[in-house]
């Protein structure tokens, strides 16, 4: 059992229930055990930093000395939640840490999801658990901007080429498709004010996942999941195309992969439906 302390966010508790359902249920599949941390705040993305640097610090700086007195890695989910947790990291270890109210040693690591699921002993209990391979699904892996960039604040080695997402599809037997725009931006909130704007990031990212082939786009941001799925169906009828990609989290993947049957459920929560693409795969749910 790896066990490490969880920080699931605002979001998974109300518009991304369906991805913390896959988190929770696959991790519990593979023996990962998250212990939520108790008491846990909102981390201020995405506007906080935009009012106050010192408030939006101080918001993230209460989790991170949460998770150090719980003693163990710290696990987040969304893109922006550990992007401004290790905003708050590099504060907190850095030669201002006085002037906030909360104390951080780094005695703890922090973790994207998505990296966390792509060492090699999460790997090798996925493996245990193998029961088919993703054939017949061509997806490219879309990181998105926040997990990544900037490197100085995410200690990201591949920070404009990222592969870890790619490799763990490959492993689960996708057949993943390059593409250039790995971390390019879907919009994120901007969706509620400028729609057009994030319509015409979004449509860019589906043009390209077209030319090169694919079938599916997968994610491990909920944000960049929403603005993908939810806006399809009005992006088409915009720019006068016939766009068909299910928008998928990796968590979800690696469900399918180890036959989890709770997945089905999940995907049926998605605004774009995967059911044509899987039962065209022979992928039987």
């Known amino acids: 059992m790896i066990d490490v302390s969880y920080y699931p966010g605002c979001s998974l508790e109300g518009t991304a229930k369906d991805y913390k359902e896959s988190i929770e249920t696959v991790c519990e599949r593979v023996g990962i055990k998250l212990h939520e941390l108790e008491d846990w705040n909102c981390c201020g993305a995405t506007a906080a930093h935009s009012l106050s640097h010192k408030a939006a610090i101080n918001l993230s700086a209460r989790n991170l000395e949460l998770a150090e007195k719980a003693g163990m890695d710290l696990v987040i ?3 922006l939640c550990f992007n401004r947790m290790k905003a708050a990291e590099k504060a907190l270890l850095g030669p201002y840490r006085r002037e906030y109210p909360y104390r951080f040693e780094g005695t703890i690591k922090i973790w994207d999801l998505l990296d966390f699921f792509c060492q090699d002993r999460v790997k ?3 493996a245990k658990r193998f029961k088919r391979p993703l054939k017949g699904l061509k997806p490219v892996c879309y990181y998105g901007c926040m997990a990544n960039r900037p490197p100085t604040i995410t200690d990201s080695r ?3 080429n990222p592969t870890n997402m790619d490799e763990l599809l490959s492993f689960l037997g996708a057949e ?3 593409w250039p725009y790995k971390t390019d931006c879907c919009g994120a909130s901007h969706v509620v004010a400028r729609p057009d704007i994030v319509f015409n990031l979004v449509y860019k990212l589906f043009d390209m996942a077209e030319r090169v082939g694919a079938n599916c ?3 491990s941001c909920q944000m960049c999941q929403a603005n993908l799925d939810m806006y399809q169906d009005e992006i088409n009828k915009k720019f006068n195309r016939d766009f068909y990609f299910p928008i998928l989290y990796f968590t979800e993947l690696v469900g399918m992969a180890i036959g989890e049957k ?8 998605h605004f ?3 059911k044509p693409l899987i039962e ?4 039987s749910l």
């Not at 709770?262 to 929560?269: F, I, P």
């Not at 065209?280 to 992928?283: D, E, S």
């Open 262 to 269: 709770q997945v089905k459920r999940w995907l049926n929560k």
């Open 272 to 274: 774009v439906s995967a």
């Open 124 to 126: 090798a209990e996925i």
């Open 77 to 79: 989910p969304c893109a």
């Open 176 to 178: 993943v498709i390059d």
């Open 217 to 219: 786009i997968v994610v």
């Open 158 to 160: 591949n920070w404009e």
């Open 280 to 283: 065209g795969a022979g992928l």
